[in-house]
């Protein structure tokens, strides 16, 4: 049976590791094996055709995978980004001893067919021939296989020789794939592709073995792996919130109300990581320019316990200005442009936004604040106003406030 042996070839896999020494690699040989295959320019992946909402998409997801890798105890891991495919994670920062390859794509409606993801068509069901002749096959085309986002996964499991190593498929929407039991890969995930229907699994063993050299291995199919997540492309941050906030009240509870600004600072500092696509020379040189450690995400944890809260600080902002006599209708526009204002420091703003904060940072720096906050707010307005004429009194003043609540949480 197809399906015996490719669960034999996954035995048989795991066996071969043992035997050559994988399940033991050495440190040396773990991270040499990783800027070797790092470094193949054919296996680049760098952002794709799904524009900044994918990119921040899979950023997001990735605070949620180091969410979940943390919660699970893990002694120590790291997210490389652009590196061999999306995101790949291994089990060490230092002394890497296996590998998960991740392709990682937001749909924003619809599942994903076998043709986009394969660069194959689907095989059709047999028909009953009553007794006809059945027509010629003919050779199933495979020219798009190996820009396919499967044939992708597949080409750089390959490139690994030594390194044990598994690839995923990761989005919020599912894959219309039949599967061997009868259901669909569409509401089934997570599953491997040697749970497909037979003509469907033997198709993609065809088209994966036409990447490779005569004489190559068979693809085990057991290897590469579709997963639906819940992260819906529109509102990528809820998961990761929500999952910090739940770690937080296990380690932190007194900061747990920071969740939102600790996933939204590390969406920060691995935005930047994903730029670095030059060749490196060392594995530590890859790690420096494109990776994120357990370490890392443990600093910006043990951060919280010395950086305020902004959002408690934004609060107390406006509390005072009420309390000076600002009306509640003026304290809710300015809190509905600051949380605007936040939503927009993660993709970086742009050169208009960075203008005005440049210049709210010289005026605060120019103009200490006095007694009273309402009558320094509105000398800051008018001044903004100045220059930037065309922007709305509760977004200038929002964005000034929070631009003088950064300079109060770090001067510098």
């Known amino acids: 049976m197809f399906h015996g042996a490719l669960r034999q070839k996954a035995r048989s896999y795991s066996a071969r590791t043992e035997a050559n020494g994988e399940g033991i690699l050495s440190a040396a040989n773990g991270a040499t094996e990783l800027l070797l295959v790092a470094n193949k320019s054919e296996l680049a992946e760098s952002g794709g055709g799904h524009g900044s909402k994918g990119v921040d998409f899979q950023r997001w997801w990735a605070v949620f995978r180091m969410l979940e890798l943390e919660q699970a105890n893990e002694p120590d891991f790291l997210l490389l980004f652009e590196a061999v495919q999306d995101i790949t994670e291994l089990d060490s920062s230092s002394s890497p001893t296996k590998a998960t390859v991740y392709q990682v794509k937001k749909k924003d409606s619809g599942t994903w067919s076998w043709s986009v993801l394969t660069g194959t068509t689907a095989p059709k069901a047999p028909k009953s021939s009553n007794g006809?002749?059945?027509a010629t096959k003919s050779s199933p085309d495979f020219s798009k296989v190996a820009d396919s986002t499967l044939g992708k996964l597949h080409r750089s499991l390959s490139a690994f020789s030594s390194m044990p190593v598994v690839g995923y498929f990761i989005s919020n929407a599912g894959c219309d794939f039949p599967l061997i039991s009868g259901g669909s890969a569409a509401t089934s995930m997570p599953c491997s592709l040697s749970e497909l229907a037979f003509a469907h699994a033997q198709l993609l063993v065809d088209a994966l073995s036409s990447l490779g050299a005569a004489g190559t291995p068979t693809p085990d199919l057991t290897r590469i792996k579709l997963k639906k997540i819940a992260i819906h492309p529109d509102d990528p941050s809820a998961p990761a919130i929500a999952s910090a906030l739940e770690l937080l009240k296990q380690r932190s509870p007194e900061h747990a109300a920071q969740a939102a600004a600790f996933v939204e600072s590390l969406v920060m500092k691995i935005s930047a990581l994903g730029r670095h696509t030059d060749t490196c020379v060392t594995f530590d040189e890859l790690v420096h320019e494109r990776g994120f450690s357990r370490s890392a995400f443990l600093a910006a944890l043990g951060s919280l316990q010395t950086v305020p809260d902004r959002n408690e600080l934004l609060n107390l902002w406006l509390n005072q200005l009420q309390a000076e006599g600002s009306d509640f209708r003026?304290?809710?526009?300015i809190r509905v442009a600051a949380?605007?204002?936040?939503?927009?420091?993660?993709t970086g703003g742009n050169d208009l936004s960075r203008d005005i904060d440049d210049f709210s940072d010289n005026w605060?720096?120019?103009?200490?604040?006095?007694a009273t906050l309402r009558p320094y707010l509105a000398a800051a307005l008018s001044a903004l106003k100045a220059t930037f004429s065309d922007h709305r009194d509760d977004e200038l003043t929002a964005r000034f406030v929070m631009r003088a609540i950064a300079k109060c949480v770090d001067p510098n």
Not at 339 to 346: D, I, N, P, Q
Not at 364 to 370: F, I, K, S
Request: hydrophobic share 40%; aromatic share 0%.
């Open 364 to 370: 605060v720096d120019a103009n200490p604040c006095g």
């Open 132 to 134: 006809a002749r059945a």
């Open 330 to 333: 003026t304290i809710t526009s």
């Open 339 to 346: 949380a605007r204002v936040a939503r927009e420091r993660l």
